[in-house]
């Protein structure tokens, strides 16, 4: 049986009661056993484990929508176990993983193979995505029933938009009557497809491919429509343009059950930061004009974007050193998230609580989680970081199987000491 720990001493965050304060937590057989906002825990048995926090932040442990393996089918990118120590590592204690494998997870068989390797493992918490269609190709609707009886949090196809309206309009009526939330990548192909740039002066001079920014709006107009159709759960799946702001702000307005995500790469860089095409800058959607970013930064500061992701999707060297138009997108993020989002505190641009409800409480509700707050009886899934310790990212020593980071070489603020899954200690710097 784990040993029972009081953290004193600590800064806690908790974005679901609203306390940023000092105060103390009692951890007992995997829960939180006490809370106290404030004050201390009063005197305590010899057998609890005393962890004097010295005003670092306690806070729930990230919830991560957005994460890519290798497992199954890649392993070489990246294993359910990597990815689980990248994500202790980094005080993220619950991921959920894209449905985008080989084999697709589009059936119930799959999503039970990924929760029984996971349980084996014993790490983080990971939740997987279901396809919602038929090997994520935007054909025929998945089984989607099936899979949310067996474990599934909801379904998408990942980065690959569902064109034909008819068959996410037959996914959003479906998904409702279990009550499963879809998620959809909102990029017009027919603007967007073998793009590796945004449109504009920059794309020109260099030479590459290019998408306009528009291509995000235009998806995000029809797929706002038939979420109104419908009525069903929608996630928007990275909102990285001011223009598709817009549209979200106008769908939030009419009241529609529409949650969105933005990514930790578009908040943090912008399309200048690609310079002499560096490939660990290609993402997908790509990175942004510096409006953009300042709007996208300002929708999370007001909460019209709900939820950060670190889009974690592992390249091997292989896939990412080549000519630009040719790398493959995406970056390794789950080690980097924390860090790079709390830049925006020390920055002074967005409270701190504020930012950890976009990867705590909020995505944990919109889960349905019991986690993502520090609440008597809530499971003891938690961060314990030094807001203030200066950390320089070296992708070398990143615990993730690919090392394609953007932050590479970055000086950062908030090191992460130690993280705990259901009172497990899974990581300790």
């Given at each position: 049986m784990t040993r029972a720990k009081a953290f004193i001493n600590a800064r806690l965050v908790d974005p679901a009661s609203g306390w940023d304060g000092p105060g103390a937590l009692l951890v007992r057989e995997g829960k939180i056993a006490d809370v106290v906002q404030g004050g201390d825990l009063g005197a305590l048995s010899a057998d609890i484990e005393v962890i004097d926090a010295r005003g670092a932040m306690l806070a729930p442990g990230l919830v991560d929508l957005k994460v890519r393996t290798g497992e199954p089918g890649a392993e070489t990118k990246e294993t359910l176990k990597s990815a689980g120590l990248a994500a202790a590592a980094g005080g993220v204690t619950s991921i959920v993983l894209q449905p985008d494998t080989n084999p697709v997870i589009d059936e119930a068989s799959?999503?039970?193979?990924?929760?029984?390797?996971?349980?084996?493992?014993?790490?983080?918490?990971?939740?997987?995505?279901?396809?919602?269609?038929?090997?994520?190709?935007?054909?025929?609707?998945?089984?989607?029933?099936?899979?949310?009886?067996?474990?599934?949090?909801?379904?998408?196809?990942?980065?690959?938009?569902?064109?034909?309206?008819?068959?996410?309009?037959?996914?959003?009526?479906?998904?409702?009557?279990?009550?499963?939330?879809?998620?959809?990548r909102p990029a017009d192909p027919w603007l967007s497809t073998g793009a590796a740039a945004t449109a504009g002066e920059l794309a020109g001079r260099l030479g590459l491919p290019s998408v306009p920014a528009i291509a995000e709006r235009i998806m995000l107009e029809r797929d706002m429509a038939l979420v109104e159709l419908t009525g069903a759960r929608f996630l928007v799946d990275q909102v990285t343009t001011a223009a598709a702001l817009e549209t979200l702000a106008r769908a939030k307005a009419k009241g529609l059950p529409v949650t969105a995500t933005t990514s930790i790469n578009h908040l943090s860089f912008n399309e200048i930061d690609i310079g002499d095409y560096r490939t660990f800058l290609k993402f997908d959607p790509p990175v942004r004009g510096e409006d953009d970013r300042q709007a996208v930064i300002e929708a999370l500061a007001s909460g019209l974007i709900d939820i950060v992701v670190s889009a974690h999707c592992p390249a091997p060297a292989e896939d990412k050193r080549l000519p630009y138009d040719e790398a493959a997108p995406g970056a390794v993020g789950l080690e980097t998230l924390l860090p790079a989002l709390l830049a925006f505190h020390h920055d002074g641009r967005i409270p701190l609580i504020d930012l950890m409800r976009a990867v705590t409480s909020k995505p944990a509700d919109l889960l349905g989680l019991a986690a993502g707050r520090l609440a008597k009886g809530a499971p003891a899934d938690l961060v314990l970081c030094d807001l203030n310790a200066p950390i320089l990212i070296d992708a070398a020593k990143l615990r993730s199987k690919s090392k394609n980071s953007p932050f590479d070489g970055r000086r950062l603020q908030g090191e992460v000491k130690m993280t705990l899954v259901d009172g497990r200690v899974v990581y300790r710097a």
């Open positions: 799959v999503v039970d193979f990924i929760l029984r390797r996971t349980r084996d493992i014993e790490l983080v918490h990971v939740y997987p995505a279901g396809a919602a269609t038929k090997g994520a190709k935007g054909e025929r609707m998945a089984e989607i029933g099936l899979m949310r009886e067996a474990g599934c949090v909801f379904v998408t196809d990942a980065d690959r938009p569902i064109v034909n309206s008819k068959v996410l309009q037959r996914v959003l009526a479906y998904a409702k009557s279990f009550d499963t939330l879809v998620a959809h």
